[in-house]
């Protein structure tokens, strides 16, 4: 009996050899294992989001993943397409660039301020080729070239205003009291506004972090439309 256990054992050891590398959900892919890593970042960190951990998340070797990902910045580049097909450009080819623009900044900010921990990774992160982050910028700069905004210029509005999104959505993510001063005596005006301001806050229900972007988001827009009318004024 002992002999005929060893033997079981043996035979039965390389079928559980040959499991390890397979994913718990039967098939491997790209888009899983980015979305594992994504999953992973909301849930952890990006730290914690190593092609080790994601391996282990998906029950398999990380060997494994190197035949859908060449590593590490090829597996963000693919988080940045998944954020990135998530925040439509529709806008763009119904409303007048000033308001597409709005819109287009509503969706982008809810979008990372659901992934807050993504904003410092990618915005220094060079976009990949064939990105669909590309492809979304084309839908904006067509749209601003259109409108007049000259090409000199038109990639400049853009990154200002996605600057701007981004700082947003951390923003959002944060605690509303996150600037309450407390009860202190040596900051006088600073208090006496931020009452003031919770206050009204309270009375429209609003959040803190929406009453910045909205009225940060209209100021670029004017001012963004008040630079087109000068690039026109003088030709430029």
Known sequence: MMANRNDDDSAAAPATRRRVGRPRAGVLSKRLITETCLRLIDERGTEAASMRAIAAELGVRPSALYNHVAGYNEL?????????????????????????????????????AA?????????????????????MYEAVIAKLGDAGWPDTHAVTVLVALESFVLGSALDLSAPDDML???????VPRFSSAYRARAALLAETGTRPADASFELGLRALIAGFSAELASLAATGR
């Open 76 to 112: 963000i580049a693919g988080v940045r397409e998944l954020i990135s097909e998530r925040i439509p450009v529709d806008a763009f080819e119904r409303e007048p660039w000033d308001a597409a623009l709005a819109t287009w900044a509503r969706h982008y900010r809810d979008v990372f």
């Open 115 to 135: 992934h807050p921990s993504l904003v410092a990774l990618l915005a220094v992160l060079p976009l990949a080729e064939e990105s669909v982050t590309t492809v």
């Open 180 to 186: 309450d001063p407390g009860p202190r005596d040596d």
